[in-house]
């Protein structure tokens, strides 16, 4: 078959592709008084639907590569959220990592589908203290803190074998004891605190008018999550 109309007819079938939304919406008088009882809220509904890891979190970044600012994103684990803002765990050499590192600006989208439903979060990234990392690696199973030993994230890789075989050899020099203290903390490896900005709770409305509501600092400035005095709510043109 000529490949060139394979593509045409899978361009075909994504120009009629989409969604009716039917869900109720969010006005103005459903939000909590705070972006965290807001958010609490909604990942309690996902969390319930029976969403898959409905934790998961798309997050970008952006910083100076070869001359140009190239934004550049992918999925992580939200793995605690308070007053402080969102936290999630990786590699701090990853892409990602060396991204933040030189630009703390970053944005994160929930996109719970099957609810009709993001979340799209604006803010500042601050890597955890080290004691925060250590607590949270400590609860990770043992094979994860032994992959996160074995990963070199971001980095090519010269084979699948290499990395197993990188994997077999960390899981010989730290043996599983069944402490959480057997694999000790990768330097490499750590945390970031997303402080907010902007927080916005979009739901899907039919004839595309959805509800976009956002809760914005008054000062510009990133504020604590809990904080009522600190967020205005404005309604955006979807
Ligand atoms: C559902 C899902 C969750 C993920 N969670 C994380 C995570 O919490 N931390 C992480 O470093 N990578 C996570 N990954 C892998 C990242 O998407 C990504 O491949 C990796 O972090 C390297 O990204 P980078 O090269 O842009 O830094 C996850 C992937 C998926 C699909």
């Given at each position: 078959?000529?490949?060139?109309?394979?593509?045409?007819?899978?361009?075909?079938?994504?120009?009629?592709?989409?969604?009716?939304?039917?869900?109720?919406?969010?006005?103005?008088?459903?939000?909590?008084?705070?972006?965290?009882?807001?958010?609490?809220?909604?990942?309690?509904?996902?969390?319930?639907?029976?969403?898959?890891?409905?934790?998961?979190m798309?997050?970008?970044?952006?910083?100076?590569?070869?001359?140009?600012?190239?934004p550049?994103?992918?999925?992580?684990?939200?793995?605690?959220?308070?007053?402080?803002?969102?936290?999630?765990?990786?590699?701090?050499?990853?892409?990602?990592?060396?991204?933040?590192?030189?630009?703390?600006g970053?944005g994160?989208?929930?996109?719970?589908?099957?609810?009709?439903?993001?979340?799209?979060?604006?803010?500042?990234?601050?890597?955890?203290?080290?004691?925060?990392?250590?607590?949270?690696?400590?609860?990770?199973?043992?094979?994860?803190?032994i992959?996160?030993?074995?990963?070199?994230?971001?980095?090519?890789?010269?084979?699948?074998?290499?990395?197993?075989?990188?994997?077999?050899?960390?899981?010989?020099?730290?043996?599983?004891?069944g402490r959480?203290?057997?694999?000790?903390?990768?330097?490499?490896?750590?945390?970031?605190?997303?402080?907010?900005?902007?927080?916005?709770?979009?739901?899907?409305?039919?004839?595309?008018?959805?509800?976009?509501?956002?809760?914005?600092?008054?000062?510009?400035?990133?504020?604590?999550?809990?904080?009522?005095?600190?967020?205005?709510?404005?309604?955006?043109s979807?």
């Amino acid at each position: 078959m000529d490949p060139r109309s394979q593509d045409d007819a899978a361009v075909a079938d994504l120009a009629t592709m989409r969604v009716r939304y039917t869900a109720p919406g969010l006005r103005e008088a459903d939000l909590a008084a705070t972006p965290l009882a807001q958010f609490a809220s909604w990942l309690a509904d996902a969390e319930q639907a029976g969403l898959t890891e409905p934790n998961a979190m798309v997050l970008a970044t952006a910083a100076p590569e070869d001359g140009e600012i190239v934004p550049t994103a992918r999925d992580v684990l939200l793995k605690q959220v308070d007053g402080r803002g969102f936290v999630f765990y990786t590699n701090l050499g990853s892409r990602k990592g060396q991204q933040l590192a030189a630009n703390p600006g970053a944005g994160l989208v929930f996109p719970w589908f099957p609810m009709q439903r993001q979340v799209v979060v604006s803010g500042l990234a601050y890597p955890l203290d080290r004691q925060e990392v250590d607590s949270y690696f400590r609860r990770r199973p043992y094979d994860a803190r032994i992959g996160a030993w074995a990963s070199a994230q971001s980095t090519v890789v010269g084979s699948r074998e290499e990395l197993e075989e990188r994997y077999e050899q960390l899981r010989a020099r730290y043996p599983d004891t069944g402490r959480d203290d057997d694999v000790p903390l990768p330097p490499f490896w750590g945390g970031f605190l997303v402080r907010v900005r902007t927080i916005e709770f979009w739901a899907g409305r039919p004839s595309r008018l959805h509800d976009r509501l956002r809760y914005r600092t008054r000062s510009g400035s990133p504020e604590a999550l809990d904080d009522a005095a600190a967020w205005l709510v404005e309604r955006l043109s979807p």
